[in-house]
T-cell receptor, first 114, second 112 residues
Framework: AQSVTQLDSQVPVFEEAPVELRCNYSSSVSVYLFWYVQYPNQGLQLLLKYLSGSTLVKGINGFEAEFNKSQTSFHLRKPSVHISDTAEYFCAVSLLQGAQKLVFGQGTRLTINP | EAGVVQSPRYKIIEKKQPVAFWCNPISGHNTLYWYLQNLGQGPELLIRYENEEAVDDSQLPKDRFSAERLKGVDSTLKIQPAELGDSAVYLC??????????FGPGTRLTVL
């Protein structure tokens, strides 16, 4: 079975500062990796995904993530955050083949302070 | 292109009452998912449809929950009877085949 651990439940940062949201996963087989963002009272929106190829993945809104197979991590980064980045961020995995069930982490609440 | 549509957005009911949620997926998406999101948690899959067939319903509490996807497009998720612990956000998502999942805004259920 797959599992996802988001190491920080809350991350407060100042506007224009860099941020890193950490994600580790556990799986006995290869997986796809995703980051989703959820703004208040809204559904989840895909930020970026890693399927194969380059381990550095660029997504929307200036976010990027790096897949590290040896450390089973997929940390999300942004060099300079904006107030509008305040949201809940979810890391998720799915199997390469077979059932396409997404397994989510518990989420990290990113709060941007002016 | 319209996204995944869900209704209602909010629902408040008393315990033991029935409730139903509706989802219209993105046009052309043959795979539909229902997720449960408890407060402060990530979503958890309840059921996955490929066209009209429920291919993964292992996490659906079948004593009180039911779902259908007639004609392989819209889907309805029902709870009967609702319990206090069912208060949560119910998310619908769709994808083409096993591709990227796109989520709707969710239905926030409050059971009193």
């Amino acid at each position: 079975a797959q599992s996802v651990t988001q190491l920080d439940s809350q991350v407060p940062v100042f506007e224009e500062a860099p941020v890193e949201l950490r994600c580790n996963y556990s799986s006995s087989v290869s997986v796809y990796l995703f980051w989703y963002v959820q703004y208040p009272n809204q559904g989840l929106q895909l930020l970026l995904k890693y399927l194969s190829g380059s381990t550095l993945v660029k997504g929307i809104n200036g976010f990027e993530a790096e897949f590290n197979k040896s450390q089973t991590s997929f940390h999300l980064r942004k060099p300079s955050v904006h107030i509008s980045d305040t949201a809940e961020y979810f890391c998720a995995v799915s199997l390469l083949q077979g059932a396409q069930k997404l397994v989510f982490g518990q989420g990290t609440r990113l709060t941007i302070n002016p | 292109e319209a996204g995944v549509v869900q209704s209602p957005r909010y629902k408040i009911i008393e315990k033991k009452q029935p409730v139903a949620f509706w989802c219209n997926p993105i046009s052309g998406h043959n795979t539909l998912y229902w997720y449960l999101q408890n407060l402060g948690q990530g979503p958890e899959l309840l059921i996955r449809y490929e066209n009209e067939e429920a291919v993964d319903d292992s996490q659906l509490p079948k004593d009180r929950f039911s779902a259908e996807r007639l004609k392989g497009v819209d889907s309805t998720l029902k709870i009967q009877p609702a319990e206090l612990g069912d208060s949560a956000v119910y998310l619908c998502a769709s994808s083409f085949e096993s591709g990227t999942q796109y989520f709707g805004p969710g239905t926030r259920l409050t059971v009193l």
